[in-house]
């Protein structure tokens, strides 16, 4: 009886035993975020701390799209890159004054200004089309605005160049290239967007500094260092917070790609749909990198709540994670 009753004993203890074990595997939690989502500002929505009111006269307000504004301008540049390259090699001779467009050359660059000039005019811009959202994930737009700020900088110095009296059509142009930027940031599409505008709204002020240094214009200057100043903390963020998404090498732990309870944390609780967005195809790596069987239930999980999304872009992103394979991480590996 005795020997019966303990092989009971010992039969109930190895069920239980396999028990823990299997819900160990199976019901693991998954890696919390560390500080570099937890730290102040990584989690909230950033913006320039300024309004665009302490360098442009107003806001932007009329009503419209800007999107089909800057799709024109984009239309005319491609139709005239040829044209463009030859135009803008020119750029910095012309900015030394040692060079003069021509007629011909300052009217191309007006045709595409002026949907440029219409575009940022306006108060509200959807852009960004996610049906292209493919590996390397690089969002097109972010070089076709790249692309399209040379025209204003090159009427820029062209203007500025002529003296006063050109120095309040080169301050327009960057007035413009302000704003397309801001709508650049304000759609919060991708995080790609976000800190092109970013950059472009930097570049603006550089220049804007140096025209209202030679017009003499030192309040103005004052106004424009102010507004940049604010965006150094924001910029700083993003670009952190890009390199926490897109770690796609060895972590100190000895794990590869970005840090699970990151991606989690930035999916769940980012309040910037760019960087939400930049998270959820971030998925798409963690479930083919992590470890943890909590971590790759909990990347399905989000992956799944991501698919339902009412967001266009939010989904499609959710779509790419979901499509990850093992073939399209190695093209992305190699990309980055």
């Known amino acids: 009886m005795g020997n019966k009753l303990g092989w009971i004993l010992a039969g109930i203890f190895g069920v239980v035993v396999t028990g823990v074990l299997v819900a160990s595997l199976l019901f693991s939690s998954p890696t919390p975020p560390t500080r570099a989502t937890l730290g102040k500002g990584m989690l909230t929505l950033q913006k320039p701390r300024q309004s665009l009111t302490l360098i442009l006269p107003a806001e932007p307000a009329a009503e419209g799209n800007a999107a089909d504004d800057y799709q024109r301008a984009w239309k005319l540049y491609d139709e005239n890159t040829e044209a463009l390259k030859d135009i803008f090699k020119h750029y910095n001779d012309v900015a030394k004054d040692k060079y003069r467009l021509t007629d011909d050359d300052v009217a191309l660059l007006n045709r595409i200004a002026g949907p440029i000039s219409a575009g940022a005019a306006k108060k509200e811009m959807t852009y960004y089309s996610p049906e292209k959202m493919e590996i390397p994930y690089w969002p097109a737009e972010a070089n076709q605005f790249q692309s399209l700020v040379e025209v204003p900088q090159m009427l820029f110095v062209h203007y500025a160049g002529k003296g006063h009296q050109g120095y309040p059509a080169a301050e327009k142009c960057m007035f413009d290239t302000l704003a397309m930027a801001n709508h650049l940031i304000n759609e919060r599409a991708r995080v790609d967007i976000v800190r092109a505008g970013i950059g472009l709204q930097k570049s603006v002020c550089e220049l804007l500094e140096q025209l209202y240094d030679r017009w003499e214009k030192p309040e103005r200057i004052r106004a424009v260092r102010e507004y940049r100043a604010g965006l150094r903390d924001i910029s700083g963020i993003y670009t952190d917070l890009y390199a926490v ?15 699970p309870g990151d991606i989690f944390n930035l999916v769940e609780n980012h ?4 960087v939400r967005v930049e998270a959820i195809l971030a998925l798409g790596v963690v479930k083919l990198t992590c470890a943890s069987k909590g971590d790759h239930r909990r990347a399905r999980e989000l992956i799944n709540k991501k698919l339902a999304a009412d967001d266009p872009i939010e989904q499609t992103a959710a779509k790419c994670a979901d499509a990850l394979d093992q073939e399209g991480f190695d093209r992305l590996v190699n990309a980055k």
Not at 246 to 258: D, I, M, N, V
Not at 271 to 274: F, I
């Open 245 to 259: 998404i897109w770690k796609l090498e060895r972590r100190q732990s000895g794990a590869f790609g970005p840090n």
């Open 271 to 274: 309040a910037d749909r760019a």
